[in-house]
């Protein structure tokens, strides 16, 4: 995929705002609040890409064009086509490619007039893929310092989530904001519907909670003193691991877990391209969280952990979609958006409620999607691996992605509005071009000091030059 030319930099303080709001629209998932995220998403987009396309153009300013490149159109198309078949009105289609029993086709009074069991659900969720879609692609073309106002904002809005979680907790809130009801006051789970999406929420800002604190440029960060910087870094890591490790989220704690490592490790081993001082603060960070979070107390975490079959009604929901559902519609799809009405025909009495989520994403989107849908996975992923390269900002954002990629097995926070914009963010930035970084001189003293390495007094008396690639 190409990277289109810079956007304007008010892109980003329109981003900002579903970045801040959408949070704060979860404390219980009913159709008017996930309809409402859904509208501000949009018109967020909207209103973005207008800025993006119809900006005034000075007339000393070289005309470019900030259309995507063709390998963003490729994937626009592949997945608009599909969709659009999914809900083009031919009982052919519904006959040939449709997710509907024999006994459906027997009945005379009733005859499946399109591919996907809920047109309309697949046009919302095409409405919502093309917002996301946006997004992506004007965050790829924002400048760094642009896009560091959208780290911020993440930022701020995890350490908000965890922070009124934890007050929520102690007080014995029953309530969020004084308006809805919390679904439960036995665990943390901050202004979300359940202690699951919050954590993976908090995951996926985790990695990010330390890299703005030493980002090159960052807003009302850089230029403070580096004992301000690692405080900042090693209390914002500590709040947001300590939510969510008290939060009893096993999956949320898992993702987290592998996320932060993997951030970490990329870290130390690209430690020679960094000053010192930009690792250490990393780990302490890490400790830090868990001192806290044992602290807070893991009783909740460790009794969930050592109940087996705490999540039966996933499991079996798990083996019937494999077993039951056939195989021809796992490889053209059930249509966008339809996995609800298709659960139904196999759900047990055994399983009640309303499953609207299959409680993993990665099931979910190959359930509906079929072998589409698996391609357009590839497309990116392939888009990635080879745009991959390390520098402090892209590990913080790599980390963030490993730890939704784990909670996307057995969970549904992929769906979330308000994990979706900063999962959109994150792929932008991460699809921009593997570049060269700027390299620049770091000042030593001529004198060697007594504890230093022969590696270093080399290295110093030849001038070294290393690549600043806190960017």
């Keep these: 995929m190409g990277r289109s030319s810079d956007m304007p930099p008010l892109v980003a303080l329109v981003l900002v705002v579903p970045i801040l709001v959408l949070p704060l629209m979860l404390p219980v998932r009913t159709p008017e609040l996930m309809a409402t995220s859904g509208v501000i998403l949009l018109v967020s987009a909207l209103l973005a890409t207008a800025l993006a396309l119809f900006r005034p153009i000075p007339a000393d300013e070289p005309q470019r064009t900030v259309l995507p490149a063709r390998g963003w159109w490729l994937f626009l198309v592949l997945m608009s086509g599909a969709v659009l078949l999914q809900v083009l009105p031919f009982s052919w289609l519904a006959r040939t490619f449709g997710p509907y029993p024999d006994v459906f086709w027997s009945n005379p009074f009733f005859e499946p007039g399109f591919w996907s069991p809920n047109p309309a659900a697949t046009l919302r969720a095409w409405a919502i893929f093309m917002a996301l879609f946006a997004i992506t692609w004007l965050v790829h073309g924002l400048d760094?310092?642009?896009?560091?106002?959208?780290?911020?904002?993440?930022?701020?809005?995890?350490?908000?989530?965890?922070?009124?979680?934890?007050?929520?907790?102690?007080?014995?809130?029953?309530?969020?904001?004084?308006?809805?009801?919390?679904?439960?006051?036995?665990?943390?789970?901050?202004?979300?519907?359940?202690?699951?999406?919050?954590a993976a929420y908090l995951a996926l800002a985790w990695p990010l909670s330390v890299a703005v604190w030493w980002i090159r440029d960052m807003p009302g960060l850089s230029k403070l003193p580096k004992e301000?910087?690692?405080?900042?870094s090693l209390v914002s890591s500590a709040l947001l691991g300590a939510a969510i490790f008290t939060s009893a989220s096993r999956l949320g704690a898992m993702g987290a877990s592998i996320g932060a490592v993997t951030a970490l490790l990329l870290l130390t081993s690209y430690r020679g391209r960094m000053p010192p001082y930009a690792i250490w603060p990393a780990w302490l960070a890490l400790l830090g969280a868990f001192l806290l979070a044992v602290w807070m107390g893991l009783e909740p975490l460790a009794d969930r952990l050592a109940i087996?079959?705490?999540?039966?009604?996933?499991?079996?929901?798990?083996?019937?979609?494999?077993?039951?559902?056939?195989?021809?519609?796992?490889?053209?799809?059930t249509g966008l958006?339809?996995?609800?009405?298709?659960?139904?025909?196999?759900q047990p009495?055994?399983?009640?409620?309303?499953?609207?989520?299959?409680?993993?994403?990665?099931?979910?989107?190959?359930?509906?999607?079929?072998?589409?849908?698996?391609?357009?996975?590839?497309?990116?992923?392939?888009?990635?691996?080879?745009?991959?390269?390390?520098?402090?900002?892209?590990?913080?954002?790599?980390?963030?992605?490993?730890?939704?990629?784990?909670?996307?097995?057995a969970d549904f926070s992929w769906h979330m509005p308000a994990t979706q914009v900063v999962l959109a963010a994150f792929i932008g930035t991460l699809l921009r071009p593997a570049g060269v970084a700027k390299s620049k001189p770091v000042v030593r003293p001529e004198a060697a000091s007594p504890g230093r390495t022969r590696r270093r007094r080399k290295r110093?008396?030849?001038?070294?030059?290393?690549?600043?690639?806190?960017d």
């Design 228 to 232: 301000l910087r690692v405080t900042g």
């Design 337 to 346: 958006g339809g996995f609800e009405a298709v659960f139904k025909l196999i």
């Design 144 to 198: 760094r310092q642009a896009r560091n106002y959208l780290w911020l904002a993440v930022v701020a809005s995890a350490l908000f989530q965890a922070g009124f979680g934890l007050v929520s907790q102690l007080v014995g809130a029953e309530t969020v904001f004084g308006i809805w009801e919390r679904r439960s006051t036995n665990f943390i789970q901050g202004s979300f519907s359940n202690r699951n999406l919050f």
């Design 460 to 470: 110093r008396r030849a001038g070294d030059l290393r690549p600043d690639l806190i």
């Design 349 to 409: 009495d055994q399983i009640g409620g309303w499953w609207d989520y299959a409680h993993s994403d990665v099931l979910q989107w190959l359930l509906e999607m079929g072998v589409v849908g698996l391609v357009l996975v590839l497309m990116v992923a392939a888009a990635l691996a080879r745009q991959a390269r390390l520098s402090l900002e892209r590990i913080a954002l790599y980390g963030g992605l490993t730890a939704l990629l784990v909670v996307a097995t």
């Design 308 to 333: 087996s079959e705490a999540d039966g009604h996933r499991r079996i929901a798990f083996e019937l979609m494999l077993t039951d559902l056939p195989l021809a519609w796992w490889l053209h799809g």
